[in-house]
């Protein structure tokens, strides 16, 4: 292979690189500001949980009512249980078998005025 060529071919790899590792940890494991269109529509569903901080701080402080959350964030996904004064939707499980999880964990009054959010590590 020539000089020229082998370069090429090692920048592909790399450029294919990045982009994998883009989709898989699109913040390379750090945390940023909470964006809606992300949290709804980004394919790796983990990249919530590197949103939670600025998202939980969001909350805490301009305390949305339910129905203004689950507007921002969408419907709670199935296999969470569904209660009235109560959302959970699950950021990321760090274990390969899944068996413990983060999930951001949303509370309400019976009004449906905010009362508090939490991201919620379990076991």
């Not at 790399?14 to 982009?19: A, P």
């Not at 701080?57 to 296999?79: H, I, Q, S, Y």
């Not at 999880?101 to 919620?120: C, H, P, Q, R, W």
Request: glycine share 6%.
């Amino acid at each position: 292979m020539k000089k020229g060529t082998r370069a090429i071919v090692i920048i592909l790899i790399v450029i294919i690189d990045l982009c994998i590792v883009c989709m898989i940890c699109p913040t390379l494991g750090q945390q940023v500001p909470f964006n809606e269109w992300i949290w709804k529509h980004h394919p790796v569903h983990k990249t919530r949980y590197y949103m939670s901080n600025s998202l939980v701080e969001k909350m805490n402080t301009e305390r949305p009512t339910r129905e203004e959350t689950t507007a921002m964030l969408g419907p709670e996904p199935d296999g969470f249980i569904q209660e009235e004064n109560h959302l959970s939707y699950w950021l990321r499980s760090p274990g390969l078998i899944g068996l413990q999880m983060y999930s951001l964990e949303i509370d309400f009054n019976d009004d449906g005025t905010f009362k508090n959010a939490a991201v919620v590590y379990s076991d």
